[in-house]
């Protein structure tokens, strides 16, 4: 089971950008798809995006979509999440998540429940 622990969060104001990263171990990462999830309290765990395990493909929520690039550097076992023109309904915490041999054709890269490692979160803020 690969460890994930997401940096670099902070509070921002609206418009800036943002990267976070997810430094992985235990695992070999170039085997694993990662996914991005946000929650706000009282919601549930929403997606964000994901990338296959070479970063030749990478899926977006349409609420991010053109707004946050998900990339992933297997050397260094890390995956980022850029985000630019942060909104204030941007904030949240936000996860990282792993899956091994997790097909990318497998729709259950788009839910929370297709993922068994994840890390503590990342929180956001945008303020306005």
Do not use: H
């Amino acid at each position: 089971q690969v460890q994930l622990v997401e940096s670099g969060g902070g509070l921002v104001q609206a418009g800036d950008s943002l990267r976070l990263s997810c430094a992985a171990s235990g695992g070999t990462f170039s085997l694993y798809t990662m996914g991005w999830f946000r929650q706000i309290p009282g919601k549930e765990r929403e997606f964000v995006g994901t990338i296959r395990w070479d970063g030749g493909n990478t899926d977006y929520s349409d609420s991010v979509k053109g707004q946050f690039t998900i990339t992933r550097d297997n050397a260094e076992s890390t995956v980022y999440l850029q985000m630019r023109s942060l909104k204030p309904a941007d904030s949240a915490v936000y996860y990282c998540a792993a899956q091994r041999f997790l097909d990318y054709l497998n729709t259950a890269r788009f839910v929370s429940s297709g993922y068994s490692s994840w890390g503590q979160g990342a929180q956001v803020t945008v303020s306005s």
